[in-house]
Every structure is written in C-alpha cells, then in structure tokens.
C-alpha cells in the first residue's frame, strides 16, 4: 500500500474477446484507484464492462477468446497481470474476493453450503475441518443465516435467493479480504431483501476494515453506499469523481443523461424522465471518435473524429469530453 493510502491502483486496462464476428472490445482503457476503506461504484448500462473489469482483476477472464491487451493492475506494490496463473490462488478469494450476480450459478449444486464455504476457508488457512466447520458458522450467523446448523447441511436449491447471496457473501469474506467486489449482488432478489443485502454488505466492510467495488445500474445504491463512482460506456471509463459531484456536478453528457433518466421522488413538479436516446454501440464496430457522440445532443465534428482525453477538470475529478470545459463554465446548460 502507498502513501496516499491507495490499495488497488489500475492504469489503462484492455481486455478484448477475439471473436468469428470480430474482437469485442470489453474493456478499453479503464483507469482507476480503490483507497484502503473505502467503497467504490463502478456504474453504466448493461454491456459497459464493469464486470469484465472485476472478472480481468480476478484473473478470471478465459482465455482464448479473451485476452488481457495492456494495462496494469497493482494491488500492494505488485502487479497482479504478471502473476503467474496458478500464484493468482493466493490473491483470488483470500485477499481479493467477489460476490457473483447469480449465487444460483456460483454455488456447486452437489455440495452442501457448508462444504462449500469450508472449502474456500481450508484452501487459505492452515487449520484443521473442525476448526473450518466452527468458523464456517461463524460466518453464517455473521451474514444472518437462521438455523446455521441446518443450513450447513442444505444445499442451494434449498435456499431461497437471499439466502443463497448470504451465502456467497461467507464464502467471500471467509478469509478477511482486503478488496470485496460486489458484481450486481441483488440482481433478482425482492426489493426488501435487495436493502438487507446491501446493509450487510456495508457492515461487513466496516467490520472487516476492507474495501468494496460496488458495481451496478441502480444510482440509488451508488447514491447511498458508494464514495466515489467510476461511470463506464462502451467498455470505457468516461468519469470518475467523488459521489456528490457524479450527482450534482457530472460534466459527461453520458453521466447527465443517467442521472436525468432516474426517477425524483421528493419533488413538488412531477416532470417526465429523460430517457437517453438510442442505443449503445456495438463493442465489435464502434465508432472512431466519441462512443457516446452518436447520443449526444451536445456532439461536436470533432466528437467524432477522434476521442477525448480524459482530463482532470477539478480536483480528483476526471471527463473525457471535449465540452467539459463549457459544462464547467456553464456556457452551455446541462441535461
């Protein structure tokens, strides 16, 4: 860890899938840090690369057709893309760990939850079954699990969904991990349970002194839990700044048009969402300037002629837009 306190620091990274149709760039020159405690939410629509991005830390990106083209990803001084394939166990799961969108896929169906988790403390830690079975129900009572001692036993298609995302989330922390990435983790739960599982998540990692990479769609939960957001399209990065400024000062006309198209519960004059327009392109033919620009009411000849740097237009506060500066001016008026 440095100086500054930043845990996880990932410069330019590129993951492209080497397709009959083509190659699909997933991931295109992704940036970022993750500080020590903190929660970062990585936020875009569907087919944006945040969980290729989380899946590319992970080591977990199949190759062929994937491959990882560049970049850098250094977690505590060492960079985890020249890790050797079978050292990366040291890392996956113990000191980086992940909650999967469907725990219904993620667990083993022939195993019985408990098997499952003490396989994921045993294959970390030097200690004996008995010592594994104990912490085992540690972590399910941890996570809120009723009947722990029952549910040991069960396998997942005797959970319900909740109960089964409790279980992933043991099986995640069962080795106290410095980065917990949460990809999606209430995708298809119920909204009350979608609540629990969010709060357990953050009260882990206030118990645990961890950090978490929130990804989602929902702005509400990047709203309510993340501290700075990463706002992705296209398998590119097009801002990242702190939480307040994503909401009340976004300088990218992608991160507007999100924001605009969210829902306003607490206002007097009940006005109409503001869709965005159009769809995003597709990964195999994108187009040569801006990804975005085809989208954008505020799109320059030059947006799509080539694409913007990004710049850091206030302080840890970074765009890639061309306007960010009239944004900034307020010359010409936001979404």
Same mark, same amino acid.
């Given at each position: 860890?440095?100086?500054?306190?930043?845990?996880?620091?990932? #410069?330019?990274? +590129?993951?492209?899938?080497?397709?009959?149709?083509?190659?699909?760039?997933?991931? @295109?020159?992704?940036?970022?840090?993750?500080? #020590?405690?903190?929660?970062?939410?990585?936020?875009?629509?569907? $087919?944006?690369?945040?969980?290729?991005?989380?899946?590319?830390?992970?080591?977990?990106?199949?190759?062929?057709?994937?491959?990882?083209?560049?970049?850098?990803? @250094?977690?505590? $001084? +060492?960079?985890?893309?020249?890790?050797?394939?079978?050292?990366?166990?040291?890392? &996956?799961?113990?000191?980086?760990?992940?909650?999967?969108?469907?725990?219904?896929?993620?667990?083993?169906?022939?195993?019985?939850?408990?098997?499952? *988790?003490?396989?994921?403390?045993?294959?970390?830690? #030097?200690?004996?079954?008995?010592?594994?079975?104990?912490?085992?129900?540690?972590?399910?009572?941890?996570?809120?699990?009723?009947?722990?001692?029952? +549910?040991?036993?069960?396998? %997942?298609?005797?959970?319900?969904?909740?109960?089964?995302?409790?279980?992933?989330?043991?099986?995640?922390?069962?080795?106290?991990?410095?980065?917990?990435?949460?990809?999606?983790?209430?995708?298809?739960? @119920?909204?009350?349970?979608?609540?629990?599982?969010?709060?357990?998540? @953050?009260?882990?990692?206030?118990?645990?002194?961890?950090?978490? *990479?929130?990804?989602?769609?929902?702005?509400?939960?990047?709203?309510?839990?993340?501290?700075?957001?990463?706002?992705?399209?296209?398998?590119?990065?097009?801002?990242?700044?702190?939480?307040?400024?994503?909401?009340? #000062? %976004?300088?990218?006309?992608?991160?507007?048009?999100? *924001?605009?198209?969210?829902?306003?519960?607490?206002?007097?004059?009940?006005?109409?969402?503001?869709?965005?327009?159009?769809? %995003? %392109?597709?990964?195999?033919?994108?187009?040569?300037?801006?990804?975005?620009?085809? &989208?954008?009411?505020?799109?320059?000849?030059?947006? +799509?002629?080539?694409?913007?740097?990004?710049?850091?237009?206030?302080? $840890?506060?970074?765009?890639?837009?061309?306007?960010?500066?009239?944004?900034?001016?307020?010359?010409?008026?936001?979404?």
């Amino acid at each position: 860890m440095t100086e500054n306190n930043i845990l996880l620091d990932i #410069k330019d990274l +590129r993951t492209y899938f080497y397709t009959d149709a083509g190659v699909v760039k997933a991931v @295109d020159g992704v940036s970022f840090d993750l500080k #020590k405690g903190e929660t970062l939410g990585i936020v875009g629509e569907t $087919g944006s690369g945040k969980s290729i991005t989380a899946l590319t830390i992970l080591g977990l990106i199949q190759v062929p057709p994937g491959k990882v083209v560049s970049g850098k990803i @250094d977690f505590e $001084g +060492r960079d985890l893309l020249k890790v050797k394939q079978k050292n990366l166990q040291r890392y &996956r799961g113990n000191r980086i760990s992940m909650i999967f969108q469907d725990p219904m896929t993620s667990l083993n169906p022939v195993f019985t939850i408990g098997n499952q *988790i003490m396989e994921a403390i045993l294959a970390h830690q #030097k200690i004996t079954k008995k010592q594994a079975y104990n912490k085992a129900l540690e972590l399910l009572d941890m996570v809120g699990m009723p009947d722990i001692k029952k +549910r040991m036993k069960s396998y %997942p298609h005797e959970f319900s969904g909740g109960m089964r995302q409790r279980a992933m989330i043991a099986m995640a922390i069962a080795n106290s991990p410095s980065i917990l990435i949460a990809d999606e983790p209430t995708t298809a739960l @119920d909204v009350t349970i979608q609540a629990q599982i969010l709060e357990l998540v @953050d009260e882990l990692k206030k118990k645990t002194d961890s950090s978490v *990479i929130l990804i989602t769609h929902d702005l509400g939960v990047i709203a309510k839990y993340a501290e700075r957001v990463l706002v992705m399209y296209a398998g590119k990065p097009v801002e990242f700044a702190n939480v307040n400024d994503i909401f009340y #000062k %976004p300088f990218h006309p992608y991160t507007m048009g999100l *924001i605009g198209s969210v829902a306003k519960l607490n206002e007097e004059k009940k006005e109409r969402l503001k869709p965005i327009k159009g769809a %995003p %392109p597709s990964l195999i033919d994108l187009p040569k300037g801006c990804t975005f620009a085809q &989208r954008c009411k505020y799109a320059l000849d030059s947006c +799509r002629l080539s694409y913007p740097p990004s710049i850091e237009i206030e302080e $840890g506060h970074f765009v890639s837009c061309f306007r960010s500066k009239e944004f900034q001016s307020e010359s010409i008026q936001r979404i």
